[in-house]
């Protein structure tokens, strides 16, 4: 009987447990592992295209969780790849841009979203956000400051219309720690002083 990718992927990998999507064999490696993984997965199992990498925050590492480093890899003539998973305690997982050159953006990109380090990328400078930002917008501890400062903008609360008295006590926005502090005079007084005073168009030197 022939030998099946997935008989492959687990030759080639070390592995005895092995998922599937599809075409795609999906395999979770320990962290250490990360690199030699990812050169068998291109050199015993033919993957020569390096198609994504990313991360997903799964929650605290104190709780059982922290951050799981994703990578699909394919094999164009086999037409079947091998989704390479690696859950991280630390936060850092070896760098494969000597294997794969196309891994490059992908880590610095994961570096930036999520602030895993990826140790022996030549340099994880920014790719997308401004020098001056600050923090990892993917992770779920990144508080979501715009939500609290500024209202949501367009349709008021469920139920509310234009003659409706009745206002039942906002929600707070999902990203927004218990314990956040809400600028001096709240919300709405915030969102006042930044967009300024609202002028009508006849009051000004230049309405018709």
Do not use: N
């Amino acid at each position: 009987m022939p030998e099946t990718w997935e008989d492959r992927v687990r030759a080639a990998l070390g592995l005895e447990e092995l998922g599937a999507d599809g075409p795609r064999a999906v395999a979770d490696v320990d962290a250490k592992d990360w690199h030699e993984a990812v050169r068998a997965c291109r050199d015993e199992l033919g993957c020569d295209f390096f198609d994504w990498l990313s991360a997903v925050d799964e929650g605290p590492a104190d709780a059982g969780h922290g951050f799981r480093v994703v990578a699909h890899l394919w094999s164009v003539t086999e037409r079947r790849g091998v989704l390479l998973r690696a859950l991280l305690a630390e936060g850092a997982v070896a760098s494969v841009v000597d294997l794969y050159p196309g891994a490059d953006w992908h880590e610095r990109e994961t570096h930036e979203m999520f602030g895993v380090d990826f140790p022996g990328h030549p340099d994880l400078q920014p790719l997308l956000l401004a020098p001056e930002f600050e923090g990892h917008p993917l992770r779920k501890d990144f508080v979501l400051a715009s939500r609290v400062v500024k209202p949501w903008p367009g349709a008021k609360e469920p139920g509310e219309g234009h003659a409706t008295v009745r206002k039942r006590a906002p929600k707070k926005p999902p990203g927004v720690p218990d314990d956040w502090i809400e600028p001096e005079g709240g919300a709405d007084a915030s969102a006042e002083r930044s967009d300024g005073p609202k002028t009508s168009p006849k009051a000004r030197p230049d309405a018709p």
